[in-house]
């Protein structure tokens, strides 16, 4: 290795985490504010849409280290849109796992944890149950196992699907980002 790619790695691994900090923090107060005023089946609603939030962009990260750039070539060539997006997720693909399996991934489990803990309140006090009850505990392990389970089991589907169908999630992603940049008039991707 490199003494260059070791500075741009490092660089990059320091912007990475700022950015983690920055999302975390946001995600956390947002989480927070909204399951404080909702009902419980609300706030398990939530709770899921976090998760799975969670197991889609795994599964994105890791369609972007499985897929092959060649296809993608072939679509350039005829200029079908995303594709030129697709052959830069694929050729960034270590980046781009990062932040989809780590920022958005790591922070939907730990804020999907968090917000199970607001929701087991929530519902240990409906029924009038005090914190540390047998009550909440039972609610405890149940949610926080079956949250376990739904991360786990969908990241593992999600693994799955994304080394088996790499190439149509990328091109997906692709689309997303072409329709992105063109509609708002933003650079996601850059060379």
Request: glycine letters at 8%.
């Amino acid at each position: 290795m490199d003494k260059k790619q070791l500075q741009k790695s490092i660089k990059f691994s320091l912007s990475i985490a700022v950015i983690t900090f920055v999302l975390a923090a946001i995600f956390s107060v947002v989480s927070s504010s909204i399951l404080s005023g909702v009902s419980s089946i609300i706030g398990l609603t939530i709770v899921l849409i976090i998760v799975f939030t969670g197991v889609f962009f795994d599964m994105l990260g890791i369609a972007a280290t499985a897929a092959d750039e060649v296809p993608f070539h072939a679509m350039a060539a005829e200029r079908v849109s995303g594709s030129k997006q697709a052959i830069l997720v694929v050729r960034n693909a270590d980046r781009f796992a990062s932040f989809c399996n780590d920022v958005i991934g790591d922070i939907s489990g730990i804020i999907s944890g968090t917000a199970s803990a607001i929701v087991i309140l929530q519902i240990a006090n409906n029924f009038g149950y005090s914190e540390g009850s047998t009550f909440q505990l039972t609610i405890n392990v149940i949610l926080t196992s079956l949250v376990a389970a739904l991360t786990v089991g969908g990241k593992a589907l999600g693994k799955f699907l994304a080394i088996n169908s790499s190439t149509k999630i990328i091109f997906f992603v692709g689309k997303i980002i072409a329709f992105s940049e063109e509609k708002f008039k933003i650079k996601i991707l850059s060379k």
